[in-house]
T-cell receptor
Framework: DTGVSQDPRHKITKRGQNVTFRCDPI?????LYWYRQTLGQGPEFLTY????????KSRLLSDRFSAERPKGSFSTLEIQRTEQGDSAMYLC??????????????FGPGTRLTVT | DQQVKQNSPSLSVQEGRISILNCDYT??????FLWYKKYPAEGPTFLIS?????DKNEDGRFTVFLNKSAKHLSLHIVPSQPGDSAVYFC??????????FGQGTELSVKP
């Protein structure tokens, strides 16, 4: 059973450094989502792709954040010039998307980012 | 603007009893609702969902009820088991693809 995988699982970085996270979705899923979760809150939407097209970005996503899904398979999320407020769990999810499909999104284990 | 709210941060239930987790939403355009379960250091796991055209969906020990007029949904777990102890999130599907999550309710099932 190959679910959604994320790498790395943990990342500690110093303020001002750049970090990049990778997500590998379930292979037949054409939609891929990024969420961020902080302590005591539910996951918060960041952006999503259908195949390689980025369809929506949250207004909360600053210009320091960029995401790509170049071949419609894996995706990367990069944070430039990290700030302490970026410390959070970054979650990736995927879903199949066609007419009549269900709306369930399947999540990976997350990447926990700590900015010191 | 919190469009999906779970007003109880925690709930404690005795094993074998019913657990009822509640969720309220404000956006009448939401047309699909989901419940996720999350253990520490893991991603959320999909549990059960309901379309807005239904008022009930059942899967084993889990039942979700939807009251559209009250903009309220609830998750019932019967009977509750210690392994059900986790954080439960309700989420609403927003037309366009993203899920809007509540803050979560931490369920503790005591033996």
């Amino acid at each position: 059973d190959t679910g959604v995988s994320q790498d790395p699982r943990h990342k500690i970085t110093k303020r001002g450094q750049n970090v990049t996270f990778r997500c590998d979705p379930i292979s037949e899923h054409n939609r891929l989502y990024w969420y961020r979760q902080t302590l005591g809150q539910g996951p918060e939407f960041l952006t999503y792709f259908q195949n390689e097209a980025q369809l929506e970005k949250s207004r909360l996503l600053s210009d320091r954040f960029s995401a790509e899904r170049p071949k419609g398979s894996f995706s990367t999320l990069e944070i430039q010039r990290t700030e302490q407020g970026d410390s959070a769990m970054y979650l990736c999810a995927s879903s199949p998307w066609d007419r009549g499909s269900s709306y369930e999104q399947y999540f990976g284990p997350g990447t926990r980012l700590t900015v010191t | 603007d919190q469009q999906v709210k779970q007003n109880s941060p925690s709930l404690s239930v005795q094993e074998g009893r019913i657990s009822i987790l509640n969720c309220d939403y404000t956006n009448s355009m939401f047309d699909y609702f989901l419940w996720y379960k999350k253990y520490p250091a893991e991603g959320p796991t999909f549990l059960i969902s309901i379309s807005s055209i239904k008022d009930k969906n059942e899967d084993g020990r889990f039942t979700v009820f939807l009251n559209k007029s009250a903009k309220h949904l609830s998750l019932h777990i019967v009977p509750s088991q210690p392994g059900d102890s986790a954080v439960y999130f309700c989420a609403a599907y927003n037309q366009g693809g993203k899920l809007i999550f509540g803050q979560g309710t931490e369920l503790s099932v005591k033996p």
